[in-house]
């Protein structure tokens, strides 16, 4: 099917689009998750994960990736550190906060790199990015003050590493341009299965737990990435944002859908003022970009 598309544009998109949907299931598995802790969820999910990308990078490039592996560089490092912790962090705020209250939060990572953006590579941020920024905290606030009168604190303060740590592994990329991010993606896999191994008391699952785990690894987060790396190659960058937030969308909806899990109106409100922020700001951006 994807052959049959027209130009590396449409399959870029298509791409982004199967991404974003993989990685929305995210919330509805861990919700039928029966009796795994987190930890152990994400031991199998990690390994399954770690498994996925190791296969798809040899399938790419043969002998020589083992080679990119070994030729491993502080920068690397410094990446595999923020996105495997994000990966820890994923999981236990899904857990621990509602799906749509963990991905609204989720979603503040665009605007936070550009924040990073004008601090660490002197980028430039225009007057809309700055408004949208300052609407996103805003209504981060909204949102998190509104769970932590129903004491879900602890799932909303790891809900806000992740897009620290996506920002920050993003702008490291640019920085380090010359960069190939599967080493460093499956490391950073590898990394979340060593910490998860470290504080697991068990690993012994029910086989419906298990398998739930494994689709986790290799569908949902494993395929997802690669998805999104692949299509992001053929997108405009402000287009790769705006496609991303099918997942801010589809994650809360089949959650709603399955299992009756309604968000609260501080979510609602929040998230809103969010997803407004950042889709205006991607708008902007997208019409500003310039033409070739």
Not at 12 to 35: C, K, M, P, W
Not at 188 to 204: D, H, K, P, Y
Not at 249 to 256: D, E, N, S
């Amino acid at each position: 099917m994807i052959k049959a598309l027209k130009n590396t544009y449409q399959r870029g998109v298509f791409l982004l689009v199967l991404s974003a949907l993989l990685l929305s299931t995210s919330g509805v598995v861990l919700r039928e998750i029966q009796s795994a802790g987190g930890w152990e969820i994400l031991f199998y999910r990690s390994l399954a994960f770690s498994l996925t990308v190791a296969t798809y990078l040899f399938l790419r490039q043969g002998k020589r990736s083992l080679t990119s592996i070994l030729q491993f560089r502080w920068s690397e490092l410094l990446i595999v550190v923020f996105l495997g912790t994000g990966f820890v962090a994923y999981v236990f705020a899904l857990l621990y906060t509602t799906v749509a209250n963990a991905l609204f939060a989720i979603s503040a990572a665009p605007l936070l790199m550009a924040v990073l953006g004008w601090f660490i590579l002197k980028e430039k941020v225009p007057w809309v990015t700055w408004i949208a920024i300052v609407a996103g905290v805003v209504g981060l606030c909204i949102m998190v003050g509104g769970e932590v009168a129903r004491g879900r604190l602890f799932g909303n303060l790891i809900a806000l590493w992740i897009p620290i740590s996506y920002a920050a592994t993003i702008i490291l990329i640019r920085r380090f341009r010359d960069i190939d991010m599967l080493p460093a993606l499956l490391m950073a896999g590898l990394l979340a299965l060593i910490i998860s191994a470290l504080f697991s008391n068990e690993l012994i699952l029910s086989w419906h737990d298990f398998l739930l785990s494994i689709y986790l690894g290799i569908f949902q987060v494993g395929l997802g990435f690669i998805f999104m790396f692949a299509g992001a190659r053929y997108v405009p960058a402000a287009q790769v944002g705006l496609i991303g937030l099918t997942e801010v969308i589809c994650a809360p909806l089949w959650v709603w859908l399955t299992i009756a899990e309604i968000p609260s109106s501080s979510t609602l409100i929040g998230g809103g003022v969010i997803f407004i922020a950042i889709a205006s700001n991607g708008v902007f951006n997208l019409l500003k970009a310039p033409r070739h």
